[in-house]
């Protein structure tokens, strides 16, 4: 599903949050646009590099890191799902890469209160499973609503509403 500006995000891998801090102290700074595809890109990715951890648990605690804990199991979800290949004896996909192709971010709901902002996202997973003696690559593309929010700490994914998905390529 999801994937990361790299000038104000960190990659899970790195650090494990991405944040974007305001010079006032308590508050949340409203990001720019450009930051706001970063991020949402940045944190996008890190769903897909949790299921690099070798074990269930290990895959949560990377998730809660950039996804909202209302959503963690549902994610999880949706994403081990679009990963394993039931129809080749459950072979999990190895994620190669996580592209934006592209996204549309609406910062106007953005309240200090509540900090959060909407992006209309369009993105490709590239992965590739070894099975069978041989190899299989795919590039799938994925259409959703988002909704990042910050929740004291820093941003998290708090909501996705998979519009489309569709399998672009498979060799």
Request: hydrophobic share 45%.
């Amino acid at each position: 599903l999801f994937a990361g500006g790299l000038l104000a995000a960190v990659l899970l891998r790195d650090v494990g949050r991405v944040r974007i801090r305001s010079p006032f102290a308590g508050r949340v700074a409203l990001p720019s646009v450009d930051q706001a595809k970063q991020l949402v890109a940045a944190l996008n990715e890190n769903v897909y590099r949790a299921f690099e951890a070798q074990s269930e648990d290990a895959i949560y605690d990377l998730l809660a890191q950039s996804v909202d804990a209302s959503l963690l199991d549902e994610l999880y979800g949706q994403v081990y799902e679009s990963l394993v290949l039931s129809e080749q004896g459950g072979a999990m996909c190895s994620v190669e890469s996580v592209e934006v192709v592209e996204e549309t971010v609406d910062l106007a709901a953005f309240d200090e209160s509540d900090p959060r902002f909407r992006v209309d996202m369009r993105w490709q997973v590239q992965g590739s499973v070894a099975h069978w003696g041989h190899v299989h690559r795919r590039l799938n593309e994925y259409h959703a609503d988002l909704v990042v929010r910050h929740d004291g700490e820093g941003w998290k994914i708090a909501s996705v509403a998979v519009k489309e998905q569709r399998r672009v390529q498979e060799s």
